[in-house]
Structure formats: C-alpha cells, structure tokens
C-alpha cells in the first residue's frame, strides 16, 4: 500500500517535470534567433536555480519520502504473533504460538502485524502472498523472517515461488485473515 503510494508520489514529480521541461523547450524554440546572450545574468539564474537546486531539492525530497517509507517496512518493533513456517514438496505447515498448527491454511489477524519464520525441509521454496508481501526463500537449516499484514479480513492466495520439482505448480496455500478479537478456527495465542 505504502509503496503504491510512493509510485503514485514518483509520478507525479516525474510529470511536473516533464511538463516543466517541455514548456521550457518550447520557449527555447520560439525564441530562437533572438540574441539571448545578451543577458549573462539569466542565464545564470536558469542554469543555477531551475538546473541545479530545483531538480536537487526534489530529488532529495523523493529521496527522504523513499527511505521513510522503506524504513516503516522494516520488521521493527514486536509483531503481534510468529509463526513458524515449515515447506515441504509438496506443502506448507504453519505452527502457532499457542502449539496448534494447520497445513494448506494459515490463519492470522487483520490489521496486526505477524512474523513468519520461514524454513523448509528438502529443497529451496519460496513463500509469496503476492498481496501482502514480497517473496521469501525457505531454506532448509535455516529460518528466514517474513513479516506481513493484513489491513482487513480476507482470503489471500499465496505460491511457492521457487521451482522445487514436479509438484511446483501446486505448491501453494491459501492466507485466511479474521478479524482480530474474533478468531476463526483457533484460539488467540497468550501473550
Ligand atoms: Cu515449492
């Protein structure tokens, strides 16, 4: 969401100065022959300020917006629950803080930030729920850490994203968020 926003942010600048540089193209065009130089000053004032400072101070505004957006992705502070998320060819477990776990399903909060471990057991898969998170390897003997968020109840589809053998293509699973205080098929972990 955060990032579609900075997309739409980044289009806009790029068309302001598209548009800035074509009109200025086009007073360059329909003066041309008159005898400009005759005022060194302008110059100056036109190269320096709208061909220096001005592109510099929007970059680095884009540049500030960027980074305080990337930085809010970051997985800091405490996640509302981890789990644990184990592939397999051809599957995927999710065990909860609360010792439960389900196969095919995982189940979360809306609107709560949640950690996934992510391992694997024989070969390298890659978790993605295109619409809640980038791809995430998982590796066997290691555990990599997924956070995502779901901003309201829903059914997310999610794929293994890594060519694992000939069960691949259905290699996927399915992200149910309820709404929090109300769980759907589990009881909420204690804290
Ligand atoms: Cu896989």
Known sequence: MRVADLWWWMLGGSAILSALVFILLLIALRRRGAADNRQPGRTR?????LGLVMPVGV??????FALWVGQRNLPVGPAAQTVQVTAFNYGW???YEDGSCSQGVLRIPAGQPVDLDITA???IHSLWIPRLAGKMDAIPGQ???LRIEA????TFEAVCAEY????HADHRFVVEAYAAG???GRTEAAE
């Open 45 to 49: 004032v036109w190269i320096g300020w």
């Open 59 to 64: 970059l680095m505004v884009l540049l500030a």
């Open 93 to 95: 477990e999710f065990c």
């Open 121 to 123: 057991t024989d070969v």
């Open 143 to 145: 555990v990599n850490r």
């Open 151 to 154: 901003d309201a109840p829903g």
């Open 164 to 167: 694992c053998g000939v069960g």
């Open 182 to 184: 109300a769980p759907a």
